[in-house]
């Protein structure tokens, strides 16, 4: 069960790739403007800004992040993004840190380029830190006793269905359009006594708080503390750095452009 209050408890390092990939969106007026994976909804207002003449339509896979974007005015709907379809007056597609979930999203992107009108656009950014310590440990953890029986199938290896930016980049142009791909590698400045374990307890540990029992909850965090500070360390001023690696994907569907 997703938790729109934890999630947020980084909001503002978390948001930070958002604005800097739709910065990269050229399209001065949009008629629809579609943000998969909205989340709490607390950056599908900037969408709502920067294109206000726009209809915003937002989905998310998590009935509890619907209900918390709701609860911000915005009119968000439940829906598998894999079951997704733009409408015909879609002009921008934005999907920030959703679909790494998504095994298949390399053909949904592909599918999406062939179904928007030329002169839309595509923007997307995803994690790309699976090989890190924060996620390193939790598989380590997660194979002992007496979780491995509990967590065996949980998609642990989930950033082997994230490519490298030029996978992105050749799939998009081959289907037609424009594209500027890159990545970054943010360094996180956080404070508290465990915040990387805080950080990820709001996305990469998720699905291991849905196997657990409240104890085993408890547990498995607690066994988490030493391994996730032996790899981040604390900072004498009590910072802890937070290396934190994001690709992204801006494709404009090639043709004669609407709204720019």
Known sequence: MWDPDVYLAFADHRSRPFYDLVSR?????ARRVVDLGCGPGHLTRHLARRWPEATIEALDSSPEMVA????????ATTCDVRNWKPRPDTDVVVSNAALHWVPEHSELLVRWAGELAAGSWIAVQVPGNFDTPSHAVVRTLARREPYAKLLRDIPFRVGAVVHPPAHYANLLMDAGCKVDAWETTYLHQLTG??????????????????????AGWQQFRQELIPLLDDAYPRRADGTTIFPFRRLFIVAEVEGARRGS
Do not use: C
């Open 193 to 214: 006594e465990h915040p990387v374990l805080e950080w990820i307890t709001g996305t990469a540990l998720v699905p291991v708080r849905e196997r657990l029992d409240d």
């Open 68 to 75: 918390a974007a709701r609860e911000r005015g915005i009119d």
């Open 25 to 29: 969106v050229g399209a001065k007026r």
